[in-house]
């Protein structure tokens, strides 16, 4: 079966340091995803991102968050200066109209901001 | 209104047994529907879509009814290997193309011996 990889799979930060968490989509994959699952509670959508632009963003994807593919292949998301309530499990997720638009979620980022 | 709500859970049964799953959803416009499963501090996995007419997979039986906005699952002959948090999950595809999936909280099912 296909794979989203994400990288790392975990990473401890200190309060106010920026973070860059990576993901390589499906290959022929076009629309690319970042969803964020809170310890305890539900996934959440942050923003998607098609033909190297954001398609749609939710509230919490606020300044502190950019996208972007800069090499073609990584789909990285930033997060500039964290916070504490950063604190959670990042997915990347891709899909293609081509494979029926399943959604392929990578196995996710765990980022603990202290 | 949860856009997206779900059963409280956890759900607790014996092996062998028939568990329902209910989950409402609150934006008519919704298109597609989704039941996902989530183990501990894993990734969401695709179980099955929803479709109008009722489908069924195995064990697992999925139907929508678009007029009340419910969604269900049913599991029969639960397993042990069942046990994970099931999350009703709704597409709403905004404008342009690709998905925009939003999730209810998830029920969680724990199979005993």
């Not at chain 1, 920026?18 to 499906?26: A, K, S």
């Not at chain 1, 022929?28 to 954001?54: C, D, M, T």
Request: with cysteine; glycine share 8%; proline share 5%.
């Amino acid at each position: 079966e296909p794979e989203v990889t994400q990288t790392p799979s975990h990473q401890v930060t200190q309060m106010g340091q920026e973070v860059i968490l990576r993901c390589v989509p499906i290959s022929n994959h076009l629309y690319f995803y970042w969803y964020r699952q809170i310890l305890g509670q539900k996934v959440e959508f942050l923003v998607s991102f098609y033909n190297n632009e954001i398609s749609e963003k939710s509230e919490i994807f606020d300044d502190q968050f950019s996208v972007e593919r800069p090499d073609g292949s990584n789909f990285t998301l930033k997060i500039r200066s964290t916070k504490l309530e950063d604190s959670a499990m990042y997915f990347c997720a891709t899909t293609d109209p081509s494979s029926g638009n399943t959604i392929y979620f990578g196995e996710g980022s765990w980022l603990t901001v202290v | 209104r949860k856009e997206v709500e779900q059963d409280p859970g956890p759900f607790n049964v014996p092996e062998g047994a028939t568990v329902a799953f209910n989950c409402t959803y609150s934006n008519s416009a919704s298109q597609s529907f989704f039941w996902y499963r989530q183990d501990c501090r894993k990734e969401p996995k695709l179980l099955m879509s929803v479709y109008s007419s009722g489908n069924e997979d195995g064990r697992f039986t999925a139907q929508l009814n678009r007029a009340s906005q419910y969604i269900s699952l049913l599991i029969r002959d639960s397993k042990l290997s069942d046990s994970a948090t099931y999350l009703c999950v709704v597409n709403c595809p905004p404008g342009g193309g690709g998905n925009k999936l939003t999730f209810g909280t998830g029920t969680q099912l724990k199979v005993e011996l």
